[in-house]
């Protein structure tokens, strides 16, 4: 009786088993079939044009005519490119200037949509709505307003008697970048905002209220339990910054398009003349190249300073 009972117990336990086994075959191939559309994008977007980008970079590649290898002569040429560097450097100036005005402005928006006021849903559609606004619009907009002629800000600023003459905004070096990075501080704050927002909502109400019991003021508060526990959202937010702002393209090439005398060209924008306007697709792929290398570095440096101590 006993071995009867054993061996009905065995069977039913192996065809357990293998049920269980075909359910997990099942979940593996509804996960493989839900994230294989991504994959395949990512591959069609990005690796393949990556991969055939480095492919090119050895290559003298004319719009018309034969393909010529010539090894790494592309980037030998790319090193001794002032101008390339050039670009290079006023877009590290521009992501210097930009990346800490997005965070502090998205910063102070996420806290002050966090505490609750009257109207609250109001002001988050409205400190969000210019993220929507595509960049083509919104830089055709600012130029409008920075216009010297007919401009609104040259205007209230004779009004209120703050300058003598209008200022011509991008026709100046000096005045250009600032106006550019205004611009996109107020179109995409409200993107750097809800990233921390999502992060400030995740921190418990009660850690804030031991921290009032233990006699912690705002000002403690905020630096040892509010910055602390946003550190991912912080990371992510600066990740997203300093990519976008080293790729910006079409602000500078609408509102400067890269003057005065190439001051704010963009390497994008210098990429896109080598390769789309001189037709130098292999010089144009080794630009490339090394801007994704840069990005690469960045990133990886972003990642390993915002670790924290503890973490290998």
């Known amino acids: 009786m006993n071995r009867g ?8 336990e192996s065809l357990l088993i293998k049920k269980t086994t075909r359910k997990r075959g099942k979940y593996k191939i509804s996960h493989i079939a839900f994230v294989l559309p991504a994959l395949l994008l990512n591959f069609v977007f990005f690796i393949y044009p990556f991969l055939q980008s480095v492919i090119m970079s050895f290559f003298d590649w004319p719009i018309l005519g034969e393909k010529l290898f010539i090894g790494f002569q592309n980037y030998i040429e790319l090193f001794k490119d002032i101008q390339y560097w050039s670009a290079l450097w006023f877009t590290m100036k521009y992501t210097i200037l930009i990346t800490p005005g997005l965070f502090v402005v998205g910063l102070a928006l996420a806290i002050l949509i966090n505490s609750r006021l009257r109207m609250i849903s109001l002001f988050r559609a409205v400190y969000f709505m210019p993220v929507v606004i595509s960049m083509v619009s919104a830089s055709l907009m600012w130029l409008w307003i920075y216009n010297d002629l007919y401009g609104l800000l040259n205007y209230y600023l004779l009004r209120l008697h703050i300058i003598q003459e209008p200022i011509h905004w991008m026709g100046d070096a000096s005045t250009s970048l600032p106006a550019v990075s205004f611009m996109i501080v107020w179109k995409m704050a409200g993107f750097t905002m809800v990233i921390l927002l999502s992060g400030l909502q995740g921190i418990s109400e009660d850690v804030y209220e031991s921290a009032k019991i233990d006699g912690g003021n705002k000002w403690q508060q905020f630096l040892y ?70 990005l690469g570095i960045i990133s990886v440096f972003q990642m390993k300073m915002m670790k924290n101590p503890g973490e290998s």
């Not at 009972?5 to 039913?12: D, E, S």
């Not at 990371?235 to 976008?244: A, P, Q, T, Y």
Request: proline share 4%; net charge positive.
């Open 5 to 12: 009972t054993n061996y009905a117990a065995g069977k039913q």
């Open 225 to 294: 339990i509010t910055l602390p526990l946003l550190r991912p959202s912080i990371f992510l937010s600066l990740i997203i910054s300093v990519i976008g702002s080293v790729l910006a393209f079409e602000q500078f090439l609408i509102m400067t398009n890269g003057g005065p005398s190439h001051s704010t060209t963009t390497v994008v924008h210098q990429i896109y003349n080598t390769s789309f306007k001189y037709f130098e697709f292999g010089y144009g792929s080794a630009m490339t190249v090394i801007l994704l290398v840069i």
